[in-house]
């Protein structure tokens, strides 16, 4: 049973190191990515702060630096080259607002239409003067005070007559 776990194991390593990465290996910065060394490297932790900054030879370049504030609050920025051989910058904070990320290639939000402005700008007008809507429907609301509902039944009757439904379906 051992030689048998062994062989296993062995056999598994031999196909993991034969296995090759297609997907990796077709990328135009998967060569330099495999053989990129290290160019600069700088770090200095402290009890209730950090800092860290490193470059690599194929263009990765990473600094930042945090303190401790009612949690972690850090900031710094990053950048890399693409397949497509442009520069990819990142800068960014981080701390009690979460994550937030500022890049030139980050796609932008559509504007707003102005039919959505001009409702939020009276759900704030309501609002301030005290008239909440929380989306649940009360008939007393609408001044009919519940005396609606059986106009509804008797038009929901008189449809289901007019269109045959009076008898059931018999087989």
């Known amino acids: ?81 693409g397949d497509d051989g442009q520069i990819y910058a990142v800068s960014y904070n981080s701390g009690q607002g979460g994550f937030q990320p500022v890049g030139a290639h980050f796609p932008t939000p559509p504007p707003t239409p102005e039919a959505i402005l001009k409702a939020l700008e009276q759900n704030a007008r309501d609002e301030a003067a005290g008239i909440i809507d929380d989306g649940s429907y009360s008939p007393g609301k609408y001044g009919d005070g519940g005396a609606a509902a059986p106009f509804a039944q008797q038009n929901y009757a008189r449809a289901q007559a007019s269109a045959g439904f009076r008898q059931p379906y018999k087989f």
């Open 1 to 81: 049973m051992q030689l048998f776990i062994v062989a296993t194991a062995l056999f598994g390593i031999a196909a993991a190191a034969y296995a090759p990465y297609p997907e990796q290996s077709n990328r135009p910065q998967a060569a330099l990515e495999r053989t990129a060394r290290i160019l600069a490297l700088d770090s200095d932790v402290k009890e209730d702060s950090y800092r860290y900054n490193f470059e690599t030879e194929n263009g990765i370049k990473a600094e930042e630096q945090g303190r401790e504030a009612d949690g972690i609050e850090n900031q710094g920025s990053f950048q890399y080259v």
